[in-house]
């Protein structure tokens, strides 16, 4: 399907092509410093159709620093380690950040998605009952990177981002509801620390 997409001629929506819409998108998200939200995430499989869902919060702080907290795990991020916390099984894993998680950091995803697509076709519809439109991009260097496309459904009239869809190299797709969506609002320096819960398991890969 997004092959398709990525071929049909660009259109003009409320006169933005899709390469201005994203310039716009840019210009906005690039001075976002902050970010807080609630989100449904939903996994796809390219080859069984199967699906996963779960619900949660984010935050993102300046730097890299950032929290992911759902009811299965904790992630946070203090700009130079990881920690995923496994409620469930009541583990730890700490790794450093670094070129291996670079291009799944939330920063990067969510805020920084401008740098690493071009716009290949914008399509006016409504977004969250109010008027919107989607944007497809497709990577600069598909083959190279492990998120080749994504497209973005945005309110016309704030330019807010409220669905982000991610695909890989292997067709399975990431999709992202965001709301209750709040952007340069103050951060609590406590948001992106994370203190190991006690009798944890701990796999400290740093």
Same mark, same amino acid.
């Given at each position: 399907m997004l092959l398709?997409?990525?071929?049909?001629?660009?259109?003009?929506?409320?006169?933005?092509?899709?390469?201005s819409?994203?310039?716009?998108?840019?210009?906005?998200?690039?001075?976002?410093?902050?970010?807080q939200a609630?989100f449904?995430?939903?996994y796809e499989?390219?080859? %069984?159709?199967?699906?996963?869902? $779960?619900t949660g919060?984010i935050?993102? &702080?300046p @730097?890299?620093?950032?929290?992911?907290?759902t !009811?299965?795990q904790?992630?946070?991020?203090d700009?130079?380690?990881?920690?995923?916390?496994?409620?469930?099984?009541s583990?730890?894993?700490i790794?450093?950040?670094?070129?291996s %998680?670079d291009d799944?950091?939330? $920063?990067?995803?969510?805020l920084?998605? &401008?740098d @690493?697509?071009?716009a290949?076709?914008?399509? !006016?519809?409504p977004?969250n009952?109010q008027?919107g439109?989607?944007?497809?991009?497709s990577?600069h260097?598909?083959?190279?990177?492990l998120?080749s496309?994504?497209?973005?459904?945005?309110?016309e009239?704030?330019?807010t981002?409220r669905?982000?869809r991610?695909g890989?190299l292997?067709g399975?797709?990431?999709?992202?509801y965001?709301?209750?969506?709040?952007?340069?609002?103050?951060v609590?320096s406590t948001a992106t620390?994370?203190?190991i819960p006690?009798?944890?398991?701990?796999?400290d890969?740093?």
């Open positions: 398709i997409v990525s071929v049909i001629s660009p259109q003009v929506v409320y006169g933005k092509s899709p390469k819409a994203l310039k716009g998108l840019k210009k906005k998200y690039s001075k976002v410093e902050t970010l609630d449904k995430e939903v499989w390219a080859h %069984t159709g199967e699906k996963i869902q $779960r919060q935050v993102l &702080a @730097e890299q620093r950032f929290r992911i907290n !009811e299965e904790t992630i946070v991020c700009d130079i380690s990881i920690f995923r916390h496994n409620k469930i099984k583990q730890v894993v790794e450093l950040v670094g070129d %998680t799944l950091l939330p $920063r990067k995803m969510l920084n998605f &401008a @690493e697509f071009k290949v076709n914008l399509l !006016e519809l977004v009952r008027l439109y989607r944007i497809d991009l990577a260097k598909p083959d190279e990177v998120i496309s994504a497209t973005l459904w945005v309110t009239e704030d330019n981002i669905r982000l991610f890989d292997n399975n797709l990431t999709t992202y965001l709301s209750n969506i709040l952007l340069n609002q103050s609590d620390m994370f203190e006690i009798g944890a398991e701990v796999f890969l740093r």
